[in-house]
């Protein structure tokens, strides 16, 4: 079992910047890749960023590339998501994952392990 955190949610205006943290524990967090996904009201959960078991790679939705950047540390078994230039659109709960296959992946049915989330909420 890993049982996941993410913190860092909170209110900001359009164009802050928000960085969100996912604290892993109970197993090896190198041994897991990891990803973030959303989940705005009244719609489906959906892919935001994903990063490697080592972090050498990385994968994003086309509506965060080039605002969000997902990274991780595992000497302090966490994982990141800073995030700039918000829009109202990105407003939702977040919530990281976790999966043990080896490569990167965008699909939420790959995932294994998530935890509760965290509201970003972004206003105009």
């Known amino acids: 079992q890993v049982q996941l955190v993410e913190s860092g949610g909170g209110w900001v205006q359009a164009g802050d910047s928000l960085r969100l943290s996912c604290a892993a524990s109970?197993?090896?967090?190198?041994?897991?890749?990891m990803g973030w996904f959303r989940q705005a009201p009244g719609k489906e959960r959906e892919f935001a960023a994903a990063?490697?078991?080592?972090?050498?790679?990385?994968y994003y939705a086309d509506s965060v590339k080039g605002r969000f950047t997902v990274s991780r540390d595992n000497a302090k078994n966490t994982m990141y998501l800073q995030m700039n230039s918000l829009e109202p659109e990105d407003t939702g709960v977040y919530f990281c994952?976790?999966?043990?296959?080896?490569?990167?992946?965008?699909?939420?049915?790959?995932?294994?392990?998530w935890g509760q989330g965290t509201q970003v909420t972004v206003s105009s």
């Open positions: 994952a976790a999966h043990s296959r080896l490569f990167g992946s965008v699909n939420r049915r790959d995932y294994d392990y």
């Open positions: 109970g197993r090896t967090f190198r041994n897991y890749a």
């Open positions: 990063i490697t078991r080592s972090g050498s790679s990385t």
